[in-house]
């Protein structure tokens, strides 16, 4: 039985330590060190990370119903381009049941080339339409990366433009070990 208690202990140290509330941004950059990127967000967004994902959802929103926005840079991997990454998150990687619109928009950013796509859908539990949309890219290291967001359908003119500055604001750096010192 202790062992057990000891097992329940480290697993849930571990869990903490993996994915953290970081509270509400006042706006500005945050830094995701151990991935190795960074992003402006908005005052009034909540923050949170998990594994090197950076998420921000607009304060006193239901998740699922956004304003929401993850940014992940993944390590290298077998989809090296940003035409099989959206192909994978369209397929087995579906797991919201978005509906995605098939006009994949080249885009630049930061000077970075990608692939935008829109998507819709509805939340499972409350039936509330959504929309949103995607941005992927392959760093010229072979990291991968992908931008997120989703919101209530009748805010996508607002949301839009918020998008924008976040993924205009996303900066890329050599990933730093969490055992570095600055």
Known sequence: MKKLFYLIAILLA??????????TSSGGEIRMDAAGFSANIPAGYGTSSFFGELGASKEGVDIHEGPNFTIVLNPPSIYGTPEAVLDTIQGSDNIFNYTYSGS?????????????EDFTGVTEESKVAIAGRVVVAILADGRQFRFFGHWPADQTAEMLPVYEFLLNSVKFYEPIPATATP
């Open 14 to 23: 571990v869990s903490m330590a993996c994915s953290s509330n970081m509270g």
């Open 104 to 116: 994949r928009i080249p885009v630049t950013f930061n000077g970075l080339s990608g692939l935008a």
